[in-house]
């Protein structure tokens, strides 16, 4: 089955092509764990999970890597503030951040290498470079990469046709140090950072003296390392195009001479209330911040792959009710066909599909997850129409389609899904006639809710709703 997935490079939606055992390279760009990661990383790291998924269900075995930031600018300085060690301080927020991995259903990458345990390899990444002349030292003792000497960099982000240039060798001051930097501008980026007091006992030895790696060199190492030279499919947010991923490009094919990545896998930002995410706004929401409104994990992740990844996605509350809503049809349908057993992998595609053949198209051609949801509520009627007369098929396809968008069916607990739709009419009534502030239509509503044995719990931007203890 062909899959097929946009390419930031090329900007054409190409075919993926594993290799001829059918194994696909796949490295994600990881956390920076110094905080716990908020809804707007998930988004990023839900589609990443939805498309090694949906590669599996066409038949390839996925290689998934994906990294740790453990030593960087922001790690250390959050942990230096807060009177930890570094690895104490990262282990916490690590532990933190796979927690609320499990909770989303993610799968677990085959590897998820951290850059201090991987001191050594760039160390040797950046001798390779120095040695080629792609790079060069300091006074200071930091190591920079000479950006005029690699004439390819900045096809990736198009800088040429943003009309910026690189210049000969950089003048004093136009080489970058901070680990990132927003500048649309080709500066020579530091590989390797020399020890500043600041920097506490958080230091390593190398050739050009006491130091730390460069962010954007951590990456390229840990890449390499564990999928070799050149990778199938590289994925990250698009606020990553530049500069990370640019520099990356051109650090490991300057030093490899080969083709660093095959595909390029980009999501774009999650937006709330219409909003751009920011700390100055206060929505820079966490999965916490989505339980502590009465939403459930599976939920938030409804929510988060419900929209195409190539374009900007809008969480609001309401969405989280109508994704609670959708899967409350889901789970309903799901224990009709017998499909929720919790030990169910992926089948294999080539089993059939049935009514949900549509749904599994969508998700392979650029990983449409609009099209596949719409396609896998058109299967869910096209099953009510033929009821016992469903085929094996059509079973096989709502697993396929459950496993590929990672919907995690089995937390029903406290959430609605054993309401009638009537009540769940109601429940959404009352919550805008409340919004409103039409009180007495809240109040009816309420009441007709208690008849049929429900009650609704407020909260500040949600409700829950539970039946009424008989």
């Known amino acids: 089955m062909t899959l097929r997935l946009h390419d930031t490079m090329t900007r054409e939606d190409r075919e993926i092509h594993p290799a001829p055992d059918g194994t696909l390279s796949l490295y994600c760009c990881g956390p920076t764990v110094y905080g716990p990661a908020h809804i707007g990383n998930f988004r990023t790291f839900v589609m990443q999970d939805v498309f090694r998924r949906t590669a599996e269900t066409c038949g ?10 453990d030593v960087d600018d922001k790690t250390i300085r959050q942990s230096q503030a807060e009177g930890k060690s570094l690895i104490d301080f990262t282990a916490y927020w690590s532990e933190r951040f796979h927690a609320d ?8 990458p085959e590897q998820e290498p951290g ?24 006074a200071d003792g ?47 980026f530091a590989l390797w950072k020399a020890r500043k007091p600041e ?43 530049f500069p990370h991923h640019e520099n990356e490009i051109a650090q490991s094919e300057a030093a490899s001479g080969a083709e660093f990545v095959k595909h390029w896998f980009h999501i774009a930002h999650l937006m709330v209330d219409g909003s751009k995410m920011s700390k100055s706004l206060g929505n820079l929401y966490t999965l916490g911040d989505i339980r502590a409104k009465g939403f459930t994990p599976a939920e938030a992740r409804y929510t988060l792959a419900s929209g195409h ?59 449409n997850t609009p099209a596949a949801l719409g396609g896998l509520f058109t299967g869910l009627r096209e099953l009510e129409k033929k009821g016992e007369a469903a085929s094996a098929e059509d079973r096989n396809g709502l697993r396929v389609m459950l496993y590929a968008l990672g919907i995690d069916l089995s937390e029903d607990k406290t959430t609605p899904d054993e309401a009638p739709p009537e009540a769940l009419a109601l429940a959404e009534a009352r919550w805008k006639a409340k919004a409103a502030k039409d009180w007495p239509e809240a109040d009816r509503c309420r009441k007709e809710l208690a ?20």
């Open 60 to 69: 390839m075995r996925v290689r998934h890597v994906r990294n740790i930031t």
């Open 101 to 108: 991995c499990m909770a989303l259903n993610l799968l677990a």
């Open 115 to 138: 850059a201090v345990g991987h001191i050594e390899q760039q160390v040797t990444l950046i001798s390779r470079l120095v040695d080629k002349g792609h790079a060069y030292r300091a």
């Open 142 to 188: 930091s190591v920079y990469f000479d950006v005029s000497s690699f004439p390819s960099y900045g096809r990736l982000s198009r800088l040429a046709e943003r009309s910026i240039t690189t210049g000969a060798a950089p003048a004093e001051g136009e080489a970058v140090a901070s680990d990132e930097y927003q500048r649309d501008d080709a500066v020579d």
């Open 199 to 241: 920097d506490g006992p958080n230091y390593w030895c190398s050739p050009w003296g006491e130091g730390r790696p460069g962010w954007h060199l951590e990456c390229s190492a840990m890449c390499m390392c564990h999928l070799g030279e050149t990778v199938d499919v590289h994925s990250g947010g698009i606020d990553l195009i």
């Open 309 to 367: 990844y190539g374009q900007p996605l809008n969480f609001t509350w309401d969405t989280l009710h109508a994704s609670r809503q959708a899967m409350a049809r889901l789970r309903k349908a799901a224990r009709t066909c017998d499909v929720l057993d919790p030990s169910i992998t992926a089948p294999l595609v080539r089993d059939g599909l049935g009514v949900f053949e549509p749904a599994h198209a969508a998700l392979c051609n650029d990983l």
């Open 451 to 470: 008849a049929l044995g429900w009650q609704v719990k407020d909260g500040k931007d949600g409700y829950e709703l539970i039946p009424v203890a008989s």
